[in-house]
């Protein structure tokens, strides 16, 4: 499909994860900077193969000149606030998902649309005004698109911070507001070594799922500043401003490399609570495949969401999987968690 776009020379970007090659194009400045920022440490100047994943992201100047065309058997599939795609800001936009001849579309309204053939590894994105929208909300769309592919090549994702320690990962998932990225900065100050902020990758790898460093941004509350001094006297150019939430690279601010990918060994469930310690609660492997279901994008396709599904299954049953219960011993956390992972070895 072609766009009525801003006329811009036509640009690519190459990129490599885990050996699924992606080519990135666009023809507005305005969509370049945001995708190189989410992907920056999988950049390559060239790649072995031709790609195997294309992204295509065209700058539109309004909902007409989108040029999207639906057959009669065209189905919604879902449609709501967004609220339930994550805990970020930009998770609230309104959206419609709809499934035609093969392509899932995904229509932001006002703010553009997706339209994602995961079977032929192409996509393109229609934003509306790119030139108005913050840097992060472009970065959302173009991420919701890039795993959409991916997991029709078996890389799948779940909403859990991620870190590794001598070659054993810990994944901590859960919303907003539950302590997540609080422990995961407790653990990374004290040497634990950085995957992912947001959405760590998962990879089957026969006999047990191998999990993936996907590094970001990590993205902190005011709330979650005030525990850290080392965040709290950070300089601008360390710890971004920004709102709700500001945004700091972890090699930055701790004396920590990123991760290798490894074998998760620990799962653990937070939330906050009010007592002066925290401690663990053993969870059954049913019931954390149970709370760690929620924290998987929407699936809409049966045969991705029945591997991701099992993925998912082999996953909990490799691990030891516990409900932390997050207290006011915030810097101590390491005492708790790390000899749990040597005990491991």
Not at 91 to 96: A, I, Q, R, V, W
Not at 112 to 140: F, K, N, W
Not at 183 to 203: A, N, T, V
């Amino acid at each position: 499909m072609t766009s009525c776009v801003v006329n811009q020379p036509m640009t690519e970007y190459l990129f490599s994860l885990y050996g699924k090659s992606v080519r990135y194009v666009t023809t507005s400045s305005f969509l370049v900077s945001p995708v190189q920022e989410l992907l920056k440490y999988f950049r390559r100047d060239s790649l072995d193969e031709s790609a195997s994943l294309t992204l295509w992201f065209h700058a539109v100047q309004s909902r007409a000149d989108i040029p999207l065309v639906m057959s009669p058997s065209a189905r919604r599939l879902s449609s709501g606030t967004g609220a339930e795609l994550g805990d970020r800001a930009e998770t609230g936009l309104p959206y419609e998902v709809i499934h035609d001849s093969g392509r899932l579309i995904a229509d932001f309204f006002n703010t553009g649309v997706l339209v994602i053939d995961g079977v032929q590894g192409r996509a393109d994105g229609y934003l509306i005004r790119p030139e108005t929208m913050p840097a992060s909300l472009i970065e959302y769309l173009f991420h919701l698109v890039l795993i959409e592919l991916l997991r029709h090549r078996g890389l799948y994702t779940i909403h859990a911070t991620a870190l590794e320690k001598n070659g054993r990962g810990v994944l901590i998932p859960g919303n907003s507001g539950r302590g997540k990225t609080t422990s995961f900065i407790s653990l990374l100050r004290s040497g634990y070594r950085y995957l992912s902020d947001d959405h760590p990758l998962l990879r089957d790898a026969g006999d047990h799922v191998d999990l993936l460093p996907f590094p970001i941004k990590i993205n902190v509350t005011e709330d979650t500043i005030a525990f850290f001094p080392e965040l709290r006297n950070a300089p601008d150019h360390l710890l971004h401003p920004g709102f709700p939430k500001r945004a700091f690279y972890a090699e930055e601010l701790y004396s920590t490399a990123i991760g290798e990918h490894c074998r998760p060994s620990l799962v653990m469930f937070p939330h906050v609570v009010d007592a002066p310690h925290s401690h663990l609660e053993p969870l059954s492997k049913s019931r954390a495949l149970e709370l760690l279901l929620p924290q998987a994008l929407l699936v809409y396709d049966q045969d991705v969401a029945r591997r991701e599904f099992q993925v998912l299954a082999k996953l909990v049953q490799q691990v030891d999987c516990y409900r932390l219960h997050f207290g006011r011993d915030i810097l101590d956390l390491p005492k708790l968690i790390t000899p749990l992972l040597e005990e491991m070895r």
